[in-house]
C-alpha cells in the first residue's frame, strides 16, 4: 500500500497508539475520496506525529494528516508511516493550525477559527502574518472580525454566501459604505446570482437588527440604534418597492407565457406543421402545456 519516496525518515507507527489533538470534522465525499486513493495507489505523503511516553508505554500526538490517518482507520491498517518530529504540544497545536491554514482548498470558516486559535496561544498579529503568510492588515481585520462578535458575516462565511474578505470589508465599513463593496465585489465577480442576492440581504439586516445573532439560546451584543421615523419609513418603501418589483416580474412572465402559449396553439392549427412534426416524431407535448392549449383562448 505504501509508496514512499523517502523511507529511511519514516517510521512505522501502531494507529491507536496516535492522538488526535487537533481534530477536524472532513466533508463526507472527500473523505471517501482520499480512502479510494490511498486503496488504489497508495500513500504518497505521510502523516507527521511527536512521540511523547505514556505510563502504558510510546504514545504520538498528531501534527498533520488527520484525513489520511483515519483513511488507514477505514481501510483496516493497524500501522501507518510517520514522520516523527520533536515538539511539544503547544508546538504541535500551533504547527497543526498552520498546516491547515496552508492547505491549498479549505473553508473560510476555518481560516478564520485557526487565526482565533494561534491568537489564543499568545501569537501577536505580526507572529501570525509570519506563520500563515498573510498580510498582517488582513489578520488584523480577521481578528477584529471575531472580536467584534460579527455573528451575521461569520454565518455567512460558514455558510459559503460571502467570501470571508468581504466579510472583513463590511465589518470595517459604515452602512454607507457597504452597498460600494458590493458593488465592487459583483465586478469582481466575487458574488454573483443568488450569493449576491443573499449578500444583500445580510448587509440589510445587519443594519436593522444588529450584527449579532441569538446563539446557542443567548443574544450576542446587539448595536444599540434608536429606530427613526425617517427609518421606518425608509424601511417601508423599500419593502414596497420589493413587492412592485415582484409584481411585474409576474406580469412580464405571465405576458411572456400567454404569448408562447398562442403562438403553439396557432401552430398546431395547422396541418402541415403538425404532419411535419409527427414525420420527425416530436408531435409529443408534456401534459401541463398540451392542457393550457386545450383550454379555451386567453384562459
Known amino acids: 500500500m505504501n509508496d514512499l519516496s523517502d523511507p529511511q525518515a519514516i517510521e512505522m507507527i501502531p494507529i491507536d497508539r496516535v492522538t488526535v489533538i487537533n481534530p477536524r470534522v472532513r466533508n463526507k465525499k472527500i473523505f471517501a475520496e482520499i480512502v479510494s486513493n490511498i486503496s488504489e495507489i497508495g500513500l504518497k505523503r505521510p502523516i507527521t506525529v511527536t512521540r511523547r511516553d505514556d505510563p502504558d508505554g510510546v ?19 493497524h500501522e501507518i508511516p510517520a514522520i516523527v518530529v520533536d515538539a511539544d504540544t503547544e508546538d504541535c497545536m500551533v504547527m497543526s493550525l498552520v498546516e491547515n491554514l496552508a492547505r491549498r482548498q479549505h ?12 491568537k489564543k496561544r499568545g501569537y ?21 472580525l471575531l472580536k467584534n462578535s460579527e455573528h451575521r458575516l461569520l454565518r455567512a462565511v460558514e455558510a459559503g454566501q460571502i467570501p470571508v474578505s468581504i466579510a472583513v470589508e463590511i465589518a470595517a465599513a459604515s452602512d454607507n459604505e457597504t452597498q460600494a463593496i458590493l458593488q465592487q465585489a459583483y465586478e469582481k465577480r ?61 406580469e412580464t412572465t405571465r405576458s411572456r407565457l400567454v404569448f ?35 383550454a379555451q383562448p386567453g384562459g
Open 190 to 250: 466575487l458574488l454573483r446570482g443568488h450569493k449576491l442576492i443573499a449578500a444583500r440581504r445580510l448587509v440589510e439586516q445587519r443594519q436593522r437588527r444588529g450584527k449579532s445573532l441569538k446563539i446557542n439560546g443567548q443574544i450576542g451584543k446587539r448595536r444599540e440604534r434608536p429606530l427613526s421615523s425617517n427609518a421606518l419609513i425608509r424601511a417601508y418603501q423599500e419593502d414596497v418597492d420589493r413587492k412592485r418589483l415582484l409584481i411585474r416580474k409576474a
Open 107 to 118: 473553508r473560510a470558516i476555518d481560516l478564520l477559527h485557526d487565526i482565533e486559535g494561534l
Open 124 to 144: 501577536n498579529e505580526a507572529a501570525i502574518a509570519h506563520k500563515t503568510g498573510l498580510t498582517i492588515e488582513y489578520v488584523r481585520a480577521v481578528l477584529r
Open 59 to 77: 504514545r504520538y500526538d498528531l501534527v498533520c494528516g488527520q484525513g489520511r490517518l483515519e483513511a488507514y482507520q477505514a481501510l483496516g491498517q
Open 260 to 294: 408562447v402559449t398562442e403562438a403553439l396553439r396557432k401552430l398546431f392549427a395547422d396541418e402541415n406543421f403538425v404532419t411535419l412534426l409527427r414525420a420527425e416524431a416530436i408531435d409529443t407535448l408534456p401534459k401541463n402545456l398540451a392542457l393550457r392549449l386545450d
